[in-house]
T-cell receptor, first 116, second 115 residues
Framework: DTGVSQDPRHKITKRGQNVTFRCDPI?????LYWYRQTLGQGPEFLTY????????KSRLLSDRFSAERPKGSFSTLEIQRTEQGDSAMYLC??????????????FGPGTRLTVL | AQSVAQPEDQVNVAEGNPLTVKCTYS??????LFWYVQYPNRGLQFLLK??????LVKGSYGFEAEFNKSQTSFHLKKPSALVSDSALYFC?????????????FGSGTRLLVRP
């Protein structure tokens, strides 16, 4: 399967614990996005990378959240000291962007986080 | 503020009948518009996009959408619904001057096609 993959698919943790999610984008894609989706809502943008550079972070991304994309390949999203309000589906998407072409984003299956 | 509205939480339609899922947007400039579909326990799947050109856009699985600039709408349509079309549908917009190309999503519309 050459689509976007995410690991784990489900994560249950206790409040105050740290969690880390991984996203593997489509291999030739240079952009990688993280979104968060809560029940009954559409996905909301968190942050994105152009190759290895993190170029924008949403105000939703508090200082407990950190994302990396070493070497411009896979990405990790870490949440420190989790809170119950962090419970959500975390979606990763990737796209190829060059010369202003408007290519669609391809989404992974998501990681569902439950904070008890 | 840039936003997308999907005024219907749920749309019910009988199999074989035409379906419409509504979307309106509020964006400065000429928007780039997208429709995605989400099946249970799966990520979003791209259906179609409008960037420029013909206002009627055709996409995957027989879906199409019509861009209407005067009404700031981008409704999703299909001439004959299938039970397998039952899913959650999201309209999204990309702000043209935003170099991040991030998507702003509506809240979603659940489509239920009854046999």
């Amino acid at each position: 399967d050459t689509g976007v993959s995410q690991d784990p698919r489900h994560k249950i943790t206790k409040r105050g614990q740290n969690v880390t999610f991984r996203c593997d984008p489509i291999s030739e894609h240079n952009r990688l996005y993280w979104y968060r989706q809560t029940l009954g809502q559409g996905p909301e943008f968190l942050t994105y990378f152009q190759n290895e550079a993190q170029l924008e972070k949403s105000r939703l991304l508090s200082d407990r959240f950190s994302a990396e994309r070493p070497k411009g390949s896979f990405s990790t999203l870490e949440i420190q000291r989790t809170e119950q309000g962090d419970s959500a589906m975390y979606l990763c998407a990737s796209s190829w962007t060059s010369g202003g072409r408007h290519n669609e984003q391809f989404f992974g299956p998501g990681t569902r986080l439950t904070v008890l | 503020a840039q936003s997308v509205a999907q005024p219907e939480d749920q749309v019910n339609v009988a199999e074989g009948n035409p379906l419409t899922v509504k979307c309106t947007y509020s964006v400065s400039g000429n928007p780039y518009l997208f429709w995605y579909v989400q099946y249970p326990n799966r990520g979003l799947q791209f259906l179609l996009k409008y960037i420029t050109g013909d206002n009627l856009v055709k996409g995957s699985y027989g879906f199409e959408a019509e861009f209407n600039k005067s009404q700031t709408s981008f409704h999703l349509k299909k001439p004959s619904a299938l039970v397998s079309d039952s899913a959650l549908y999201f309209c999204a917009v990309r702000v043209p001057m935003d170099s991040s190309y991030k998507l702003i999503f509506g809240s979603g519309t659940r489509l239920l096609v009854r046999p």
